[in-house]
């Protein structure tokens, strides 16, 4: 995390007080850069969120799963016999108004 501070200065215990109030009010963001702007008595804060790897979970025979990494080969076998349905619908758009 990238903290900045323009227009004046700020004590390190005031900055961490500042970063520990924005991580208590955003608990499950990553901050990439803070930037403080001092103005007299009052400072502005800005700051710009990290990007958080997204993981996809699916339910695989019976199983919540982001991989099938980590089954043996009788699971393996379960996921390759699986059969995928799909929604397909054969009628006409005047059938269904």
């Not at 499950?28 to 997204?54: A, R």
């Amino acid at each position: 995390m990238q903290v900045t501070v323009k227009g004046g200065t700020l004590s390190e215990k005031e900055i961490e007080i500042y970063v520990s109030d924005l991580k208590e009010a955003n608990p499950d963001k990553l901050f990439k850069t803070i930037e403080f702007t001092v103005d007299g008595e009052y400072v502005d804060v800005n700051y710009t969120y990290d990007n958080v790897p997204f993981e996809r979970i699916r339910r695989i025979t019976g199983y919540l799963v982001g991989t099938v990494d980590r089954f043996n080969d009788g699971k393996r076998a379960e996921v390759e016999d699986r059969v995928k349905h799909s929604l397909s619908c054969s009628c006409s758009m005047e059938e269904i108004a």
